[in-house]
């Protein structure tokens, strides 16, 4: 079992940035790959960006690509998820799921889920 928190949701103007923490315990964090995923109110869960387990291997959609970036400290037990030029339409609640094996861009796969952080962004 991996039990995993996340944190450092809030409202931000568009332009701006926020770093989704991801804390996780319970088996060993390192042998685990992490995604991210959001859902906006009245959508479907969707893909944001995955990391292997070693964080060697990383995952955007295209929609986050180059704007987000995803890092894992294994030491800490924490994954990350840095948000840059942030827009009205990346409001949502943003999750953070972790699997054993490697990164997924997929839902289903992912058994072990936290409970959530609201990121709103202002226009």
């Known amino acids: 079992q991996v039990q995993l928190v996340e944190s450092g949701g809030g409202l931000v103007q568009a332009g701006g940035a926020l770093r989704l923490p991801c804390a996780a315990s319970?088996?060993?964090?390192?042998?685990?790959?992490m995604g991210w995923f959001r859902q906006a109110r009245g959508g479907e869960r969707e893909f944001v960006a995955a990391?292997?387990?070693?964080?060697?291997?990383?995952g955007y959609a295209d929609s986050v690509s180059g704007r987000f970036t995803i890092s894992r400290d294994s030491a800490k037990s924490t994954g990350y998820l840095q948000m840059n030029s942030l827009k009205p339409e990346d409001t949502a609640v943003y999750y953070c799921?972790?699997?054993?094996?490697?990164?997924?861009?997929?839902?289903?796969?992912?058994?072990?889920w936290g409970q959530g952080t609201q990121v709103t962004v202002s226009s």
């Open positions: 319970g088996r060993t964090f390192s042998s685990y790959a």
């Open positions: 799921a972790a699997r054993w094996g490697g990164r997924s861009y997929y839902t289903y796969e992912y058994p072990y």
């Open positions: 990391i292997s387990a070693s964080g060697g291997s990383t």
